[in-house]
């Protein structure tokens, strides 16, 4: 079965640059959450989106910005890396309607050097 | 407010040793879903178990089993005769029904340490 699909796995990048990372939920799934995880902490929820708009917002920096489109993908993007930002992050998606669990990819994982 | 505890920070057993990793949840809400993660050090995070707060019946799965009681708002994880295989960090997590837009808010996380 197809599984939620995070690009790219590993990236690398330094302070001040920027990053976007993608997320393609599995298919028929219209919402798309995503999370941060700092290292040895718990993931933390940013931001949801639903059919493309943005439906809950939790503790996402102003540096960051995401946008789920038409075909459902969705894109976190970070401006001004700081070295803080290094975490992995995951993105999870669900059916709205379909009342079962968010379904979370591998995450990326992110160095800020 | 953390909304869901998992006391135990790190837990070191020996091979072959029943361990139960604990987990408190809060929620206001009347529907909601509770899960067990496992994060092996490669990172992600890999699906064991979800309950919804309908069904407070058991589980068992191999050698995983799961206790949920909605009377002490807990859902406990044994994991018996353990294997070194099993040493990861593992997340109890709670998704909120419609006022909590079933995002997922996890536990802080128990790392499990299984010697051979």
């Known amino acids: 079965a197809a599984g939620v699909i995070q690009s790219p796995r590993h990236l690398i990048k330094e302070k001040r640059e920027t990053a976007t990372l993608k997320c393609y939920p599995i298919?028929?799934?219209?919402?798309v959450y995503w999370y941060q995880q700092g290292p040895g902490q718990d993931p933390q929820f940013l931001i949801s989106?639903?059919?493309?708009?943005?439906?809950d917002k939790g503790s996402i920096p102003d540096r960051f910005s995401a946008q789920q489109f038409s075909d459902y993908h969705s894109e976190l993007n970070m401006s001004s890396l700081e070295l803080g930002d290094s975490a992995l992050y995951f993105c999870?998606?669900?059916?709205?309607?379909?009342?079962?669990?968010?379904?979370f990819g591998q995450g990326t994982r992110l160095t800020v050097v | 407010a953390q909304k869901v505890t998992q006391a135990q920070t790190e837990i070191s057993v020996v091979e072959k040793e029943d361990v139960t990793l604990d987990c408190v949840y809060e929620?206001?809400?009347?529907?909601?879903?509770l899960f067990w993660y496992k994060q092996p050090p490669s990172g992600e995070l890999v699906f064991l178990i979800r309950?919804?707060?309908?069904?407070?019946q058991n589980e068992i799965s191999g050698r995983y089993s799961w206790n949920f009681q909605k009377s002490t708002s807990s859902f406990n994880f044994t994991i018996t005769a353990s294997q070194v295989v099993d040493s990861a960090v593992y997340f109890c997590?709670?998704?909120?029904?419609?006022?909590?837009?079933?995002?997922?808010?996890f536990g802080a996380g128990t790392r499990l340490f299984v010697k051979a």
């Open positions: 999870a998606s669900r059916d709205f309607r379909g009342n079962t669990e968010a379904f």
């Open positions: 997590a709670l998704s909120e029904g419609p006022t909590g837009g079933f995002k997922t808010i």
């Open positions: 929620t206001r809400d009347t529907t909601y879903y």
């Open positions: 298919p028929r799934h219209d919402t």
């Open positions: 989106f639903y059919e493309k708009m943005q439906s």
């Open positions: 309950r919804n707060s309908f069904d407070e």
